[in-house]
Nanobody
Framework: EVQLQASGGGLVQAGGYLTLSCAAS????????IGWFRQASGKETEAVSCIRSDGTTYYKDSVKGRITISSDNAANTVYLQLNSLRPEDTAVYFC??????????????????WGQGTQVTVSS
């Protein structure tokens, strides 16, 4: 069974930081790209970042410079470092497995496997 588990969310003040983790089972990151998405309450899902098996990374323009994606393929784990957090970063963050390529202000791709997400809340 393919499972993706996002973790590491929490409550943090503006200007703070969090590191989110995406742990996978049933797949390997050598075979899939991993994307991070977020959805604020009542709003559309946003594509935040993606990392491919060859190490290529993509970022949403509005978060570039504050967010870093990295992977430990041997551990089947991808990390999303959230720095200088702002209240508008508040959302449920999801990781997903699929593929991604350069496109628009973030990235294009298709993702067939999704985790349940982890809540990030940034207070002012």
């Amino acid at each position: 069974e393919v499972q993706l588990q996002a973790s590491g969310g929490g409550l943090v003040q503006a200007g703070g930081y969090l590191t989110l983790s995406c742990a996978a089972s049933g797949i390997t990151f050598d075979d899939y790209a991993i994307g991070w998405f977020r959805q604020a309450s009542g709003k559309e899902t946003e594509a935040v970042s993606c990392i491919r098996s060859d190490g290529t990374t993509y970022y949403k323009d509005s978060v570039k410079g504050r967010i870093t994606i990295s992977s430990d393929n041997a551990a089947n784990t991808v990390y999303l470092q959230l720095n200088s957090l702002r209240p508008e970063d508040t959302a449920v963050y999801f990781c997903a497995a699929g593929f991604c390529i350069a496109g628009g202000s973030s990235f294009d791709g298709a993702f067939g496997f999704w985790g349940q997400g982890t809540q990030v809340t940034v207070s002012s």
